[in-house]
């Protein structure tokens, strides 16, 4: 079994894409043990060749799993994220929430009126100012970070 760098120009360039796997310890397959060509760092090709035994080959999902470093429920995801949108589906995802969920394209509209009606209105003063208009109680931050994606946008 080949021992994988963890400092070599490819492991640089998978983790710069997010496509650097953090556990290529527990990829046991064949392929990525003895051919060069399998590289268990990189997380897309380990999760395409999981499918492929999968839904080519007809290999169980537990022991294809186990043999790739996965859980069955993750294999049946990434099938479904697969069958959706391809090869860019097997891509790293963002963990959590993408977006405030609570600053609606109807309350950032809002809040832009507010401050081009009002110039001299202190932005600390538009969580009360949401909250009296929607209901809904929104951090100061949280308003911040949305009016500076929006002008980045501009």
Do not use: C
Request: no cysteine; glycine share 4%.
């Amino acid at each position: 079994m080949r021992s994988p760098s963890l400092s070599d120009p490819k492991s640089d360039s998978l983790r710069q894409h997010a496509a650097l796997n953090p556990h290529p310890e527990r990829v046991n397959d064949a392929l990525f043990l003895t051919h060069p060509f399998f590289d268990p760092r990189d997380l897309v090709q380990v999760k395409y060749e999981l499918l492929h035994r999968v839904l080519v080959e007809g290999q169980p999902v537990g022991i294809t799993a186990a043999a790739f470093g996965f859980s069955r429920v993750t294999v049946h995801q990434l099938r479904k994220r697969f069958e959706a949108e391809g090869l860019a589906g097997l891509m790293p995802r963002r963990k959590g929430p993408q977006r405030a969920s609570k600053l609606s394209d109807e309350v950032l509209v809002f809040i832009w009126q507010t401050l081009k009606a009002e110039p001299e209105l202190r932005t600390t003063e538009l969580p009360q100012r949401i909250s009296e208009q929607f209901g809904i109680s929104i951090h100061m931050r949280s308003i911040e970070r949305a009016l500076k994606r929006e002008r980045k946008k501009d």
